[in-house]
């Protein structure tokens, strides 16, 4: 495994080039400084303009309640905009998580759209067995209920946060995209290769059970004139910044790291995310604490030893999520310990261990 000579990626990372040993999200974030963020700004506040009027709402905020989706709301408010909050809920929602979103209804309206709890069960069960990702059900309620909702009452745009190819990194030849649609999510949305239609008939589930997980069709979007667009292509996202603003306004914060991260200010409220991120580190030899140390990296905040460090330090095994035992956020999904870490050992890009 290699590592980029400016942050501490791997080349096992899904989705990343390297040119002459640095990675595609340090080259995406060196572009930043070329970027006129004041013109990019007068664009976003001409887009809401030219879409204002029409109904209650001019646009929708896909929100978990953490420190993002907090400071977007706060951002659109700012500059005029009649935003409509959307959660689509999450597998295991944690008490800090709960009072965080409740914390939003503050600013916005906010809708919460749950889908089936049994049938989220069986999608994060199949998603560890069959992609080794028990936050596969998230990612496509994420991206898909709030779209539907804006198609539903014809609400022009929905504004997502972080655009991940620019935070993150992205193939070689694949540029960034600005809109988000059908196609976006099918490759870079979390479903790692298994589509929906593949799950219905499996463990009973049925096309009807998994409608509120379908992105809408391109011509569903068209037909409600909307579009989907990320907030940090019109300003200079800093998540870290992010987290003193949601503060600010009320945002609770751990007095400690999550498991498995660097942070007490992300990744509060749903409980599977520390066990989904242990399989991504097992997987591909990163996990969220690498990338938190990346985008300190990148400004300054940390030296490339130290991230290198830190996030070292926190890739083990997490024996808890939010404080809960981890054999409790199991039992909820109807697993074991032991085959969750049968299925960890599947995974391990390391081979079987001693």
């Not at 009320?250 to 999550?258: D, K, R, Y």
């Not at 140390?293 to 030893?305: D, K, Q, S, V």
Request: net charge neutral; glycine share 8%.
């Amino acid at each position: 495994m290699i590592r980029c000579s400016r942050c501490i990626y791997p080349d096992t990372r899904p989705d990343t080039h390297f040119v002459n040993g640095v990675c595609s999200g340090c080259l995406s974030f060196a572009e930043r400084a070329n970027i006129d963020w004041s013109a990019r700004l007068d664009t976003l506040k001409a887009m809401l303009s030219e879409n204002r009027g029409g109904g209650r709402y001019d646009c929708v905020v896909p929100v978990s309640g953490g420190k993002d989706s907090t400071a977007q709301v706060l951002k659109l408010k700012e500059l005029g905009a009649r935003v409509l909050a959307v959660n689509a809920g999450t597998d295991m929602l944690s008490d800090i998580g709960r009072r965080n979103l409740d914390n939003l209804k503050r600013f916005c309206d906010l809708i919460e759209w749950t889908p089936c709890v049994e049938v989220r069960k069986k999608l994060v069960r199949i998603g560890l067995f069959e992609v080794g990702d028990m936050s596969y059900p998230e990612h496509l309620a994420i991206w898909a209920i709030p779209t539907r909702i804006a198609c539903l009452m014809k609400i022009p745009l929905v504004v997502w946060g972080e655009q991940p190819q620019r935070e993150y990194a992205t193939p070689a030849g694949v540029p960034p995209a600005t809109r988000l649609d059908a196609a976006w999510v099918a490759q870079f949305g979390g479903m790692l290769g298994l589509r929906l239609p593949d799950l219905i008939g499996k463990d009973g589930l049925t096309e009807a059970d998994l409608s509120p997980f379908w992105f809408p069709y391109d011509s569903e979007l068209a037909a409600a004139k909307v579009q989907g667009i990320w907030l940090s292509d019109y300003i200079d996202w800093d998540g870290w910044r992010n987290a003193f603003i949601a503060q600010q306004h009320g945002f609770e914060c751990l007095p400690h790291p999550v498991e498995t991260s660097l942070a007490n200010y992300e990744n509060l409220d749903n409980r599977v995310t520390v066990l989904r991120d242990w399989l991504r580190f097992l997987k591909y030899g990163y996990s969220r604490a690498t990338d938190i140390a990346c985008n300190h990296i990148r400004r300054g905040r940390l030296t490339r030893e130290e991230g290198l460090r830190l996030a070292e330090a926190a890739e083990k095994f997490p024996e808890t999520s939010l404080g809960m035992p981890i054999a409790d956020v199991l039992a909820y999904f109807g697993l074991t310990r032991a085959e969750f870490v049968r299925e960890c050992e599947k995974w391990d890009r390391r081979g079987p261990r001693a």
